[in-house]
């Protein structure tokens, strides 16, 4: 009696101690709590060719946006975000056309005019005309009470209700004026020279001197100027009239235009692009017209709402910034998805597209349309588990009929299609060789079907037959695992087409994986993806033929030892591989990446034995590790699938820094001087490090996140969300390291 009363003591102890550790563990996994964040987006405004020689822009206190061009006032019109606007003639106020305005600014948050003869404003009723007498007068700021310092480029003339209060001049070309209300100054640049202009002492001060000055702006409550250049920018203390440290040089661009401190962050405008430094030291950078009409900047200046206005050679971007949670993200994207990437159920990119302009373009075809569908559909199988949104679900059940149709379209059994589209002019068609007559005859269908479709297939199925909670849904999803696998296995493990014939890239076959050296990665790969696709198979279908053949590759053919070849031996094949293998390991192959990532589902979730699954942890941590440079967002959830050890950080950065408009825009970086290269290497990683995501061209998690430039076909598709942005926000959801959003509860 006694020892049963102390083992179960005991027992009760250990029950105890396993909890507490259970909620250590837990207490110790690293989740984001979505709180909300400041997402940037672009509208732009274009101008018409005719619009010459656009000079500044300012914004009011009513919001309203004006730009001074030679021709007159303009103002921008009809734009939204990814639909751009125009600048049209601004002829709210008639009389003003009559005028032939020099300059506009801004003065108690009303705009103000300088031309020929005065100062005037519509604002106050109209009682600003403060004349100054200096006909050729371009340059004015405003200072206390009404009072004006006007410039010519060459003198100076402060005025007050039409009175001459001072005069001077400089020795050099006036090229800004601005008052500083903390200093009580005004302050003048020269193209040489920095000096200010004391309203009390009438007198000129001179600050600082240097060379080639474009622009500048006093910060921090007047404490400090930055003096842009044409080769970087300095910063001054004004108190004591010292340069503090050295010139910056290491910028997007150094050929600064514009400097305006905005919302308590410094701006610059350059000859290519617009960018803002950060608290960090480092810039946000935004050029190409994923954000400007036009790379050559004339002026930075606050916009409306918390917006900055950046006025280009070719119209106007206004930078928007909204604050909204991860989640509002996703179901901005999955409106994206919807409206405008599926095709026949498939998740398609829009190509074809007139220079961002979404109202044309097609939905194209793709070698890639089931492993793409996928994606999507892994995303919105997680959504639904995760949210039981009778929306998500529908969107796998259609989904699932693309897939499924992939099976039934070709005459092979078990041998799913890459694509299928109505029988018509192959012209219209990507790969037309390719494509095949189906039974039917307003159909074709894609063959050559690749282990990466295959691999795609199964981690989508399989996540629907464990997650889905819909019987018919599961069923269906279990038969097309059975068929493709079982297609695999009677046909010695290979993918063969309807001529035949192996597929090219659909081998798996020992012959075939045993041949590559063992430092090529198709070895590691192969193995690794038709493990997890016997070992999916088997778990929902019980057949002892998956699981006999997955323990056989292993055990007999090496494939768990090739499968956990750490990833720092991968490399190039040795002089004398055979033109296979140096074909494919001529450097790291970013495909390869997407397909261990998606198969790991299958590999780790699925595993045969906890042993198996142990050693499988080790591999993908061991993969992840090699990839934390890229801070890939899909791959660091992907992991959190089986460890703590992941960069969460990096992920929700991934998330948040990705660009709203995923249109295909020409980006360029590799003229910046604020990035670090590093040399050509075996990764192509290009950079110290990676770039944000809305700072590089768009591109899938098959792509090499340190590509840095994009040109050719600016503006001709736009890709879609479905597989580059939801998959890893809704896995993150589903495995519980991104929390939904905290919402207010409104009493």
Known sequence: MIKNIVSSISFIYLLSFSFLMTLQVKAQRPVFKDVGFSQDI???????????????????????????????????????????????????????????????????RQFVY????????????????????????????GGPDFTFLISDGATFKCIKDSKLLWSGKIAERIIGIRYSVENKNFWILGSKSLTSFSLKDKKLISIFEGANFTSFDLIDKGSKTILGTNNGYFEI???????????????????????????GKVWFGSTFGAFMLREDGKYNYYNGERWLPGDQVIQVSEGPESSVLVLTNNGLGQICFKNMTLEDKAMYYEKQVRQRHIRNGFNASLEGINHG???????????????????YLGAEIFRYATTKSDEALQNCRESLDAMERLYTITSVPGFPARSFERRGNKDRL???????????????WKSTTSSDEAIGHIFALGAMAELIDNQPMKNRAIHLIDILVQHIVDHNLYLVDYDGKPTTWGRWNPEYVNALPKNVGDRKITS?????????????????????????????????DNLMRP?????????????????????????????????YWGLYRYAFSNDLKAKYKETIIDHWKIERSEKEGAWNIFTAMVSDEFDLKEAVWYLQEHPMDLINWDIMNSQRKDIEFVAPNFRNQTLKEVLPPDERPVQRHNGNMFNIDKKGGNGNGEESAGDIWLLPYWMGRYLGVINAPLREVKK
Request: charged share 25%; hydrophobic share 35%.
């Open 42 to 108: 672009s509208i732009k405004y274009y101008a018409p060719a005719e619009v010459k020689n656009l000079k500044k822009v300012f914004s009011d206190r009513n919001g309203v946006i004006q730009i001074l061009s030679a021709d007159g006032l303009f103002k921008p019109n009809a734009g939204a975000f990814l639909y751009p606007g125009t600048i049209i003639a601004d002829r709210s106020y008639r009389p003003l056309a009559d005028k032939k305005l020099a300059d506009i600014g801004v003065y108690d």
């Open 114 to 141: 300088l031309d020929s003869t005065a100062v005037l404003s519509n604002a106050w009723a109209g009682s600003l005309f403060s004349k100054h007498g200096m006909p050729n007068s371009n340059l004015f700021a």
């Open 237 to 263: 203390n004004n108190v004591t009239r010292n340069q503090i440290g050295n010139i910056h040089q290491n910028l997007p661009c150094n050929e600064i235009t514009s400097v305006e401190e905005i919302n």
């Open 357 to 375: 302009d979404l109202s044309g373009g097609y939905l194209k075809d793709s070698d890639n349309d089931g492993l793409w569908t996928s994606m």
């Open 430 to 444: 990507s790969d037309p060789d390719r494509w095949q007559h189906a039974s039917d005859p307003e159909w074709d």
């Open 528 to 560: 690794s993806n038709i493990t997890s696709m016997l070992q999916t198979a088997y778990h929902f279908t019980h057949k002892e033929i998956y699981k006999d053949k997955a323990l056989e590759l292993m055990e007999k053919y090496g494939y768990l």
């Open 567 to 599: 990833m720092s031996e991968i490399g190039k094949a040795p002089a004398d591989g055979s033109d296979l293998s140096k074909e494919l390991s001529d450097g790291w192959n970013h495909s390869d990446d997407e397909m261990y990532f998606v198969g």
